[in-house]
Nanobody, 118 residues
Framework: VQLQASGGGLVQAGGSLRLSCTAS????????MGWYRQAPGKQRELVSS???????YYADSVKGRFTISRDNAKNTLYLQMNSLKPEDTAVYYC?????????????WGQGTLVTVSS
């Protein structure tokens, strides 16, 4: 199983970006999917997550600005990020709990860099 994240880049404060993360490989089903981020010198933190039935979670710092969504048919997770702030600058990682046959395991994408300039 591989998670391929994309969509990061350089944007000015107040701008928008849309991250995508696609899972591929031998997948029976995908349960929780989420976006984490890690800023320089800081610990990785959960930004937003989505269950297979559509329940969502947002960190307080991104509520009202970020929207998580997923296309289960395409095994793809999205993160629409609006009103970006310099403090959103980080490497963003996608994460997924995946079932392969009778085994469950957590997988990480390679990370995509988001840089927000002031």
């Amino acid at each position: 199983v591989q998670l391929q994240a994309s969509g990061g880049g350089l944007v000015q404060a107040g701008g928008s970006l849309r991250l995508s993360c696609t899972a591929s490989g031998s997948i029976f089903s995908i349960y929780n999917m989420g976006w984490y981020r890690q800023a320089p010198g800081k610990q990785r933190e959960l930004v937003s997550s989505s269950t297979s039935v559509g329940s969502t979670y947002y960190a307080d710092s991104v509520k009202g600005r970020f929207t998580i969504s997923r296309d289960n048919a395409k095994n793809t997770l999205y993160l629409q990020m609006n009103s970006l702030k310099p403090e959103d600058t980080a490497v963003y990682y996608c994460n997924a709990l995946i079932r392969q046959n009778n085994m469950y395991s957590t997988h990480w994408g390679q990370g995509t860099l988001v840089t927000v300039s002031s």
